[in-house]
């Protein structure tokens, strides 16, 4: 049975939910995204991946944090409106952002205007690419690879306005919840959280 409005709710608001500390940095998420959507084999070319953050303790010992990241699929995406040929789209149904490839024609005016880095340009396709939740899989009845190949449980996948949800509960029980470079106004769809355990 397909994800996309399984109770018949036309109104979804698909979200990802990121429990931050309990990302280990294994790459599986990168490694399964790469393989199921055939994004180009170099390192600029990326549906998802998980950044390295080094920082420092209280005791000057170097500690390391992992983020992952991927298309916030925003609520108020600029990659949409720069877009001449309305090849960047938004789903009004579920809110996920897509490029339809026949109509991209590879200006990459939105590659420029997302804040993020979330999209490439794929020359065997003649089109920007990016993550699309992937919407194949959930028209199976799929969660996203990404989510499916997480050992650490740290990516969770559903829909914010179903209180049932296991990422509505999520949210509603989270003692943090942050979004990346809120200041830019874009409303994203990716939440990082942490959690009582
Ligand atoms: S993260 Fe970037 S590509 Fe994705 S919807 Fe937001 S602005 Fe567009
Ligand atoms: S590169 Fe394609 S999707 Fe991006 S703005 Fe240009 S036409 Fe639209």
């Known amino acids: 049975m397909s994800i996309i409005n399984k109770k018949g709710n036309k109104n979804q608001n698909l979200a990802m939910v990121i429990v931050g500390d309990r990302c280990i940095g294994c790459d599986a998420c990168y490694a399964a995204c790469k393989t199921d959507w055939d994004v180009l084999p170099v390192k600029?070319?990326?549906?998802?991946?998980?950044?390295?953050?080094?920082?420092?303790?209280?005791?000057?010992?170097?500690?390391?944090?992992?983020?992952?990241?991927?298309?916030?699929?925003?609520?108020?995406?600029?990659?949409?409106?720069?877009?001449?040929?309305?090849?960047?789209?938004?789903?009004?149904?579920?809110?996920?952002?897509?490029?339809?490839?026949?109509?991209?024609?590879?200006?990459?005016?939105?590659?420029?205007?997302?804040?993020?880095?979330?999209?490439?340009?794929?020359?065997?396709?003649?089109?920007?690419?990016?993550?699309?939740?992937?919407?194949?899989?959930?028209?199976?009845?799929?969660e996203p690879a990404c989510v499916v190949t997480c050992v650490g449980e740290s990516r969770n996948f559903g829909d914010l306005n179903d209180p049932d949800s296991n990422v509505a509960k999520m949210m509603k029980n989270a003692t943090s919840i942050t979004r990346l470079k809120e200041d830019k106004g874009t409303l994203p769809n990716v939440y990082y959280i942490t959690i009582n355990y």
């Open 44 to 142: 600029e070319a990326y549906r998802t991946k998980v950044w390295d953050i080094e920082g420092e303790d209280n005791f000057g010992n170097p500690t390391i944090r992992f983020l992952p990241v991927l298309c916030n699929h925003c609520d108020n995406p600029p990659c949409v409106d720069v877009c001449p040929t309305g090849a960047s789209f938004k789903r009004d149904e579920d809110g996920i952002v897509l490029v339809n490839s026949d109509m991209c024609i590879g200006c990459k005016a939105c590659m420029v205007a997302c804040p993020y880095d979330a999209r490439y340009y794929d020359e065997t396709k003649a089109s920007v690419d990016k993550c699309t939740f992937c919407l194949p899989r959930l028209n199976n009845g799929l």
